[in-house]
């Protein structure tokens, strides 16, 4: 089997694995990395989101044979989970199961480093590709406007 070597949250990684590996089963199976969750895995819900050199990309398509960028999870997002999205999510008590919410915030976190001054409309467009079971998302929304206030 190839070895592939990955930055995932500023460290490097050597991972012996076949080629078409998704991301997110060597994020959780070699790295044991399991804040990027399993969800729909044919990429629409959107709970496996990582960044892919800051852009927010579905794990569970991504084969390992097609990483040639830096790659950051919800643990590499801030280390002591003060990132304004994460500070926000707390305030707005985003969270009912959870499930979803690591993918949620690395959406809403790319979406906000390239749009720091959204509306509603942009909160709503960006944060689409993402699925709440709980339906949780008018407080979804609430705290990407509320990140999107503090990183102003």
Not at 38 to 45: F, K, L, S, T
Not at 104 to 116: G, H, R, V, W
């Amino acid at each position: 089997m190839p070895t592939y070597t990955l930055t995932v949250n500023g460290s490097t990684h050597s991972v012996s694995v076949s080629p078409e590996t998704p991301v997110l089963w060597v994020l959780r199976d070699h790295l044991n990395l399991v804040g990027t969750k399993y969800g729909c895995g044919i990429g629409q819900c959107g709970s496996c989101t990582i960044h892919l050199d800051g852009i927010a990309t579905r794990s569970c398509l991504l084969p390992v044979s097609q990483v040639s960028g830096k790659i950051t999870t919800i643990e590499g997002l801030s280390k002591d989970g003060l990132h304004p999205v994460q500070v926000a999510w707390k305030e707005v008590d985003v969270p009912q199961c959870g499930y979803c919410q690591s993918g949620q915030i690395m959406t809403a976190s790319a979406f906000l480093k390239e749009n720091s001054t959204p509306n509603e409309n942009d909160i709503k467009t960006a944060m689409n590709g993402n699925l709440c079971r709980c339906a949780a998302y008018n407080r979804i929304y609430k705290a990407v406007a509320l990140a999107a206030e503090k990183m102003s």
